[in-house]
């Protein structure tokens, strides 16, 4: 083998390293790219998840909300000659204490959304390879997990509410007593439109 043979030899070699090394970085960079692609998949069905939760969460505040606003319509006529002024004021703390219970529950919401956003904007840049992506994506399944049972808690305290508010309607029925009716009733009347009013702006406000 002279010098020439040699000098060939040694230039075949260095192709096949470089072909090798360039194929190399092919299959490296194709890899890369799909679990780029698999990542967004990923963050995009846990956004959409988040966003039907949301949903479904608000459809069940306002069903609630128009739930309980016909039933005090419902009872506005009948308490109209039968109303006792202690048993109002704690008919008036109960509707309160609903309303209260509702906008925690929207205040709720929101925090849990600015903290989903804070959440998603601190992931992209923590993930670095596919096992972090599935352990942040096990962490969000739980805070959704504890945000459904969390909206469950409230909504069971609504329903408790409601029942009391219903008996307390029942009970004011069975006594008698008509001072101040026309006064109470428009007071009540007066808080519903507030409620109503302020409900409204919060929607708008979370809408915005």
Do not use: W
């Not at 192709?15 to 679990?35: A, N, P, V, W």
């Not at 959304?113 to 739980?142: P, V």
């Not at 029942?170 to 409900?199: A, M, P, R, V, Y």
């Amino acid at each position: 083998m002279d010098f020439s043979d040699l000098v060939i030899f040694f230039f075949i070699a260095a192709i096949s390293f470089l072909i090798g090394f360039i194929y190399d970085c092919s299959i490296r960079l194709i890899e890369l790219k799909q679990q780029q692609q698999a990542k967004k998949d990923l963050e995009k069905d846990q956004l959409l998840k988040i966003s039907n939760l949301k949903h479904q969460i608000k459809l069940e505040i306002e069903k609630k909300i128009q739930h309980n606003n016909l039933l005090i319509e419902s009872k506005k006529q009948e308490l109209k000659d039968q109303k006792n002024k202690n048993e109002l004021e704690k008919l008036i703390k109960v509707h309160d204490d609903q309303s209260f219970e509702i906008r925690q529950l929207f205040s709720l919401i929101n925090q849990q959304k600015q903290s989903f956003q804070a959440h998603d904007i601190k992931q992209e840049n923590q993930i670095k390879n596919s096992n972090q992506l599935q352990e942040q994506i096990l962490k969000k399944d739980k805070i959704i997990e504890l945000l459904e049972k969390k909206i469950e808690a409230e909504r069971q305290v609504l329903n408790q509410l409601s029942i009391e508010h219903i008996e307390a309607l029942e009970k004011l029925n069975s006594e008698e007593g008509q001072s101040e009716t026309l006064d109470k009733e428009e007071n009540i009347e007066i808080s519903d439109i507030e409620e109503n009013s302020e409900i409204s702006d919060f929607k708008e406000n979370e809408d915005h």
